[in-house]
């Protein structure tokens, strides 16, 4: 009697320490959507958060025909008016295509529908194709006012590069106000933290290696993003060729900048997102020149060769992964 009861004190004491797990799944933008938070105001966090991400699918998805980014898309020249997370992304992603001079470009979705990405029935256009495709690509073209956007005829919004970013950093911010102290929460290729691990220690986050299954590296996070973007996401092999789902906006055509991926970490979400995409875009000299000019982030860059790069803000957060101890890692310094 006297044993059960000091395992049921054990126990008592046990779960005592530890601030209760929850967990939660669901599948939206195109990708399964995995959170976890600790603490007892986290169940019901979390049924916010899936509602919230069902909540921005409809608006941002651009292939179902009741999205309001659908809308945009179908309204031939004309204004529509948008929501407040639809306008309020749509500004952010301007900024970050008019900063990155157009290496993203929220309006490049034709090109991606081109190759197949949309449907997965992949091709490769003709080079005429693509020299049509390429001239119709331009976010500057873009006429937001406040909560209104006009497109030009036969040019679409594609939040692809941007959404998950900013569903991360909006759930952070609406966990944050619901009470939830520490959760992690992982939407396809992006990680966004709220505070740190119960216990204090911060978030540990893999950067696969693009060029097979293990982790290149594991970064500590607390509070923060880390977003991914990388050819092996998503591609498709022709002809001997691999052709994946980043397109350089030059030219209407995956992006081939030398990178096979770039991960890069921060406190907003969307730029994360966004600078994940443009900076694979730009490739290595110009993803550190970017870096160099505007800070506020930091960025882990791979290349075909194998060469690994970090910015100088992750050189005492980051360690090699298992296997990959002995590969060397270039710091790019301000
Ligand atoms: P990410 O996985 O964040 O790098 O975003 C890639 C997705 O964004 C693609 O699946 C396309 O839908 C879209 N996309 C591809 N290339 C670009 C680009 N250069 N600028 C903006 N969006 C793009
Ligand atoms: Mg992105």
Request: charged share 20%.
């Amino acid at each position: 009697m006297k044993r059960i009861f000091l395992l049921l004190l054990g126990l008592l004491l046990l779960s005592g320490c530890q601030p209760q797990k929850h967990d939660s799944q669901t599948f939206a933008m195109d990708t399964i959507m995995q959170f976890t938070a600790y603490g007892p105001k986290g169940q019901q966090a979390l049924a916010h958060a899936s509602a919230r991400v069902q909540e921005l699918d409809q608006l941002f998805s651009v292939t179902r025909s009741t999205s309001e980014i659908y809308a945009v898309n179908h309204a031939q020249g004309e204004p529509v008016a948008l929501s407040e997370d639809t306008a309020r992304l749509l500004a952010q992603s301007l900024e970050l295509c008019s900063q990155t001079g157009g290496a993203l470009d929220i309006t490049a979705y034709p090109a991606v529908r081109a190759w197949g990405f949309t449907t997965g029935d992949y091709q490769v256009p003709s080079a005429d194709e693509l020299l049509a495709l390429a001239a119709q690509i331009d976010y500057s073209q873009v006429e937001l006012t406040e909560n209104q956007v006009r497109l030009p005829e036969g040019m679409e919004l594609d939040f692809g590069a941007v959404a998950k970013g900013y569903t991360g950093e909006v759930l952070a911010q609406e966990l944050r106000e619901l009470g939830v102290e520490s959760a992690i929460l992982t939407l396809g290729g992006n990680v966004q933290t709220i505070g740190s691990r119960p216990g204090g220690d911060p978030w540990r986050i893999g950067v696969q290696d693009p060029e097979g299954d293990g982790y290149l590296m594991v970064l500590s996070l607390v509070d923060q993003a880390a977003v991914t973007s990388g050819g092996y996401q998503r591609f498709f092999d022709a002809d001997g060729e691999r052709y994946w789902h980043i397109m350089d906006p030059a030219s209407a055509a995956p992006a081939r900048s030398g990178l096979t991926s770039v991960t890069i970490v921060g406190d907003s979400g969307t730029q994360c997102d966004g600078l994940s995409t443009a900076l694979f875009v730009l490739g290595w000299e110009d993803a550190a020149g970017f870096w160099r000019e505007h800070q506020g982030f930091d960025a882990v860059l791979v290349d075909e060769d194998g060469r690994i790069a970090i910015t100088a803000g992750l050189e005492d957060r980051y360690v090699l992964g298992p296997g990959y101890e002995d590969r060397t890692v270039e710091v790019i310094r301000p």
